[in-house]
């Protein structure tokens, strides 16, 4: 038996995959980066929040302008939705579930 090596296709291959997951990884940290720091502004400029509970960003790759949409709890049970942008500004609001 010739020890040439492996299939050079493997190889091709395999390299094709570990560069996708690599960057699936790197894309997926990044929005999470950026969605803690859009979670954390909106706590940081909105006092009468005490929790959020789920964030979401709402757009499409490519689009400059990104707006985010947030659950946050003001006091201990009312819910709300809450539409913010990237400095935690709260656009727009409606109440879930609460008292």
Not at 2 to 8: A, S, V
Not at 56 to 65: A, D, P
Not at 66 to 93: C, F, M, N, Q
Request: a negative charge.
């Amino acid at each position: 038996m010739d020890k040439q090596g492996t299939n050079p296709i493997f190889k091709v291959l395999l390299t094709i995959i570990l560069f996708a997951v690599i960057v699936f990884i790197m894309i997926k940290g990044i929005s999470i980066v950026k969605l803690n720091s859009v979670k954390q502004e909106v706590l940081n400029q909105n006092s009468e929040i005490t929790a959020v509970e789920k964030i979401n960003s709402v757009g499409q790759w490519g689009e400059l302008q990104t707006s985010y949409v947030l659950e946050v709890r003001k006091g201990s049970s009312t819910l709300y939705r809450v539409w913010a942008d990237e400095e935690g500004e709260i656009k727009d609001a409606e109440i879930i579930s609460g008292d």
